[in-house]
């Protein structure tokens, strides 16, 4: 089933949105690309992130600029939220659309 069909029911997207597993809920990006990985690297969530990793998310999800959860730790200086990242799978050399890496964006003193 389709459940961005507009002859879907509400009925019918509420059950179907019930079977899917918290792993495909979570790992949805919202309309701009994020994910709940992308919000825990930007906030520094440590509690958030981990519960995440278990799941076993893909870990470089990008969003509509190209930035991944790694760009968002590296902007705010969230080494150990960036260390986990990356020792979960997060790869520190996928490009954003300026052509930044996560870990250029985490080593760039003048973001911060």
Do not use: W
Not at 32 to 42: D, I, P, R, Y
Not at 51 to 68: A, C, F, H, R
């Amino acid at each position: 089933m389709n459940i961005e069909n507009e002859e879907t029911s509400e009925d019918e997207i509420l059950a179907e949105a019930m079977k899917m597993q918290p792993e495909d809920i979570l790992s949805m990006p919202s309309l701009s690309g994020c994910t709940c990985l992308h919000l825990c690297g930007e906030f520094g969530s440590m509690k958030c992130l981990e519960y995440l990793i278990s799941l076993k998310l893909d870990m470089n999800p990008q969003d509509s600029v190209g930035e991944t959860p790694m760009h968002k730790a590296g902007r705010k200086n969230y080494f150990e939220a960036y260390n986990t990242m990356k020792a979960a799978g997060g790869a520190d050399n996928l490009k954003n659309l300026l052509g930044e890496t996560p870990f250029q964006v985490l080593h760039d003193e003048t973001l911060y």
